[in-house]
């Protein structure tokens, strides 16, 4: 089914991030004429400092992505820690085998973005920048609404699909009714800061060489009992560090979010790693947590949306993938819209391909599997009581005071009856958690 | 052997920080000046060796004798120098052209040194401050300072000048009152803390009991219309350097504090406890400007 | 007539960061159309479109100045061509350098009626580029530029002096800065974007243009943050405004200043 009427452009994106960035480019890549409007002067002047960037799907777009694209390190090193108010427990993971094939890197979104925008530029994608689009244009269809372009202004564009990639809170998403506002345990707030640090500082503090990388994902006090986590990753001549908390748990714990933040930034076990450095870059910005049950339709007649705007993001506990999410997302958006306009039916069905293209990738695969881990990471035990309770387990062994040495099972019970933790918690956790991971 | 320094002015004899500033390089002092023959006297008067007077313009406004200046300077060797105003900037321009002269403003300290100048001047809007050595010709744009006095007696020669094709049609006055910052030795300044343009009265009250001038951030003036642009202190605003200067539901942007750098003393209101203007001030006071002022008016009655 | 806009594509020193000796680092800075530039334009698009003449767009800079993104930003302002000198031997060229470009590709594109440019650059802010430029063409030159009317060899020009505002008879090419306020300028809406990708554009290299050789040499010897005074940061509790009035007074009595 064609709608007939003339087109500016065969497809309208809306929003340069990754995931818009990428959709871009494969369907320009297919002779697609596309328009990229970004409301931000230049690309990535509207996201947060960075991350890790898990890239097998990005080196799939650009095949020379790890030697053109501006990335930071290549992580080698993750480290997984409970943090406690004055202990730490964590494994430290190492693996030659993460260094080749690379399969993560880090990323500065400031570096990251302007670059994806030019690869675009050269596939023959038109940029559009600083402007705001008001809203999508809908007229009615035989099937109900049909999206035909968007207005900014004064101004209109149609297209034969418009593909909403506009952010975690997208008002397109919402304004056609295929999001509603998320439910605050969706929903988190990432406040994050950049740290600037001679290279030569990061390798020894981290126990890094040349451009390995180093990724810290922290769970415990340094939230200060509220939902979510603490991250840290290496870039090359800096620091990324920061906390990431869920909304609803932020305001039942009657937290501020700054206040976590430096807590965090001032625990004893992370400190060290930031001192001399120089705050370059500071900010907030929503994060989607819900995994699964954030996503709903993805698709109707003229419009598709991908990356955070259709809350595709992942917490696995142990991962945060979010940039990955959206170059899948995007890549299984340009299959279904090219399918759709090489048929010339861009209608909900015309587009179903994209969805099945998503959930059949790698990535999607993911989020079904882990379509219980946002309920496993609710459990509130995760963040501060097994922490205590493996501190004061590893406490008894470690502490060689002037009493005699108790066998380590009886040092573990003792810790278990000062813990609020239960054996019957222990249990239905350890379930939940295999389950869900 | 020293070179000579012109300095150029277009029809305003405030230039005694040129005059100052071109004795202290050595060499012949001379003025080209533009303007009325009571102009032309003053500066004759005020420190220089020599004055070419270009004579009344008339009808014509200063920069239709840009040219006729860039002429009278000739091949000038050593440095150029006019005042930080329009029509001084037009003159200098015209003789910066003429002698592909490079052009350096803001300058702090200006010294010669040999065949050369050393200028030691902020850049980028204040954001650094660099010297350099200058090989060649240079024209420099300065604070002008205040009218010098009469300290001496130079011969006056008065030369033909050709102007370009400008005149005067009409003249109108400004509905705002004018005004001299940099002559304040106290200024109150408003920013957009303050909510309609009614509430002036309550600043003009704080400015009339501590004795000061009004001035303003630019939003102030050349946004909203609220205050004369005079009266806008920034970096392409008025530069002052009064004793004390009250910053009053201003935010501290770089682009306004620069202009009160010089300030002795620096007094920052505002309801924002994270303001960068409290990084610049001797005294902060976080809190509602619409309290704080009257109360301090109240005070210092 | 043929009215020329010069503007500049430049970073905003807000967005660099200052080491502690002074080295600016522009890194963080994104480059735009200078602030004041969009207010030139303004004025030159309604006198074209008063007088059916033809607005056209001249920057001077290193190549970067001719990127998809500065053309973009530019040509959606109201140009209708534009003519931009990339060359990187322009790379920290200072204001007479950049006016005796400017002033050759004025002479290049030919019959230029008017040329008018925003009050201060951005970055440099010395407020001089239009002056000297006016000075290589043998141009007036009038700064602080509030409207323009009139036709070719006869314009007509508002501008504001200290104590009022004074209409000014041009009669031939000339040079006009305009005020920082003159006109609210027009933001690009999507056509205007849409329609700049098509508008022509003239790349030039200083070497085909007629410049004179430069004069003088700076060298830079040193550089340092801003020289500031130390300042107390002394906070007065608000709490009670009446208290703190009075504190402040007394302080600013014992500081001399009052």
């Given amino acids: ?198 290279r030569e500082t990061i390798e020894s503090r981290f126990n890094l060489t040349g451009d390995e990388g180093a990724a810290f994902a922290v769970v415990g006090d340094c939230t200060q009992g509220v939902g979510g986590g603490g991250f840290m990753y290496t870039n090359t001549d800096s620091i990324s560090v920061g906390v990431v908390l869920r909304l609803d748990d932020l305001t039942a714990k009657e937290k501020v979010a700054t206040e976590v933040f430096n807590h965090f930034l001032s625990h004893p076990f992370i400190a060290p790693y930031l001192g001399g450095g120089e705050v370059a870059e500071y900010g907030c910005h929503l994060v989607a947590e819900g995994g699964m049950a954030m996503v709903g339709e993805i698709a109707m007649d003229g419009l598709v949306v991908v990356g955070d705007a259709a809350g595709l993001t992942l917490n696995t506990g142990l991962t945060v993938r979010g940039m990955d999410l959206a170059v899948a997302s995007a890549v299984a958006a340009a299959t279904g819209i090219g399918s759709a306009l090489d048929q010339m039916d861009t209608s909900k069905v015309g587009l179903a391909g994209y969805r099945e293209a998503f959930f059949a990738s790698p990535a999607g695969q993911d989020m079904l599997t882990y379509a219980k881990a946002p309920g496993f990471l609710e459990i509130e035990r995760m963040y501060q009581d097994y922490g205590e309770l493996f501190g004061n387990v590893l406490y008894g062994a470690f502490n060689l005071d002037d009493k005699p040495r108790e066998h380590l099972v009886k040092v573990a019970l003792k810790a278990f009856k000062k813990s609020p933790v239960k054996i019957r918690h222990l249990i239905s956790d350890g379930l939940a958690g295999v389950r869900a991971l | 052997m020293t070179a000579n320094t012109w300095i150029v002015v277009a029809g305003d004899p405030a230039i005694g920080n040129l005059i100052e500033t071109a004795r202290a390089l050595g060499g012949q002092v001379t003025a080209a000046v533009v303007g009325p023959r009571a102009v032309a006297d003053t500066i004759a008067a005020g420190g220089v060796d020599q004055v070419v007077w270009l004579g009344d313009p008339g009808q014509a406004p200063v920069e239709a004798y840009a040219l006729a200046v860039a002429d009278a300077v000739g091949a000038a060797e050593g440095a150029v120098l006019g005042a930080s105003r329009p029509g001084d900037r037009v003159l200098l321009g015209a003789v910066a052209a003429r002698l592909q002269a490079a052009v350096l403003t803001d300058a702090s300290s200006v010294s010669a040194d040999g065949d050369g100048l050393v200028v030691t001047h902020t850049i980028y809007g204040g954001i650094a401050e660099e010297t350099v050595r200058v090989a060649g010709q240079v024209a420099l744009v300065l604070d002008g300072g205040p009218v010098p006095a009469a300290s001496g007696a130079a011969p006056v020669t008065e030369v033909a000048a050709v102007p370009l094709g400008i005149t005067v049609v009409e003249t109108n006055a400004s509905a705002f009152e004018q005004v001299d910052l940099g002559a304040a030795a106290r200024v109150v300044g408003i920013g957009r803390g303050l909510r309609t343009q009614g509430d002036l009265a309550m600043i003009e009250a704080l400015a009339g009991a501590s004795k000061a001038e009004v001035g303003c951030s630019r939003p102030v003036a050349e946004g909203l219309n609220w205050l004369g642009k005079d009266r806008y202190i920034g970096v392409s605003g008025q530069h002052i350097a009064p004793e004390l200067y009250f910053a009053i539901g201003i935010s501290g942007q770089l682009q306004h504090m620069v202009g009160v750098r010089g300030a002795k003393t620096i007094v920052a209101i505002n309801s924002d406890p994270n303001a960068l203007v409290f990084k610049d001030a001797d005294f902060g006071l976080v809190g509602d400007l619409y309290q704080i002022v009257p109360a301090l008016t109240e005070a210092l009655k | 007539m043929k009215i020329v806009v010069a503007y500049k594509w430049a970073p905003n020193p807000q967005d660099a960061s200052v080491g502690v000796d002074g080295i600016v680092d522009w890194s963080r800075a994104k480059s735009g159309i200078s602030e004041y530039d969009p207010v030139a334009i303004e004025l030159a698009r309604r006198l074209a479109d008063a007088t059916g003449g033809e607005v056209i767009g001249l920057t001077a800079g290193p190549t970067r100045v001719d990127a998809s993104l500065a053309r973009k930003a530019a040509l959606s302002r109201g140009f209708d061509r534009a003519v931009i000198v990339a060359d990187d031997a322009l790379e920290g060229a200072g204001t007479t350098e950049l006016a005796a470009v400017l002033a050759a590709a004025v002479r290049h594109i030919g019959e230029v009626d008017l040329v008018i440019t925003g009050d201060s650059s951005v970055d440099v802010g010395a407020r001089m580029v239009p002056a000297v430029l006016a000075g290589q063409l043998g141009w007036p030159a009038v700064a602080e530029v509030t409207a323009v009317s009139g036709q070719a060899g006869l314009l007509r020009v508002e501008r504001d002096i200290a104590g009022g505002t004074q209409i000014l008879e041009i009669s031939g090419p000339a040079v006009l800065a305009a005020s920082t306020n003159a006109a609210v300028p027009r933001i690009p809406g999507m056509r205007d974007i849409l329609a700049a990708g098509k508008k022509p554009v003239e790349t030039l290299e200083v070497a085909s243009l007629d410049v004179p050789a430069r004069g003088t040499t700076v060298t830079v010897t040193d550089t340092s943050g801003p020289d500031l005074k130390a300042r107390k940061h002394q906070m007065i509790d608000t709490s009670d405004p009446a208290a703190a009035a009075a504190e402040l007074v007394i302080a600013l009595r014992g500081a001399g200043v009052l």
């Fill in chain 1, 1 to 198: 089914m064609s709608d007939g009427s003339e087109v500016d452009f065969d497809v309208i994106v809306v929003g340069a991030g990754i995931a818009g960035c990428v959709t871009a480019f494969q369907l320009a890549q297919q002779g697609r004429s596309v328009v990229l409007i970004e409301r931000g002067e230049a690309p990535g002047s509207k996201n947060l400092s960075g991350g890790v960037l898990y890239c097998r799907g990005m080196e799939k777009v650009f095949p020379d992505f790890l030697d053109e694209a501006p990335v930071e390190r290549r992580v080698t090193r993750n480290y997984i820690n409970f943090l406690n108010a004055e202990s730490s427990v964590g494994i430290d993971y190492k693996d030659a085998r993460l260094a080749g094939p690379v399969n993560a890197v880090t990323v500065l979104r400031a570096k990251l973005d302007p670059w994806l925008a030019e690869k675009c530029e050269e596939a023959g994608v038109f940029i559009m920048p600083s402007v705001r689009v008001d809203h999508v244009i809908t007229q009615d269809g035989g099937t109900g609404k049909r999206v035909v372009g968007v207005q900014a202004g004064e101004d209109q564009l149609r297209a034969h699909v418009v593909v909403a990639a506009d952010g975690v809170n997208s008002f397109i998403a919402q304004e056609v009714g295929l999001r509603t506002k998320p439910p605050l345990n969706h929903l988190a707030t990432g406040v994050k800061c950049v740290v600037n640090l001679p």
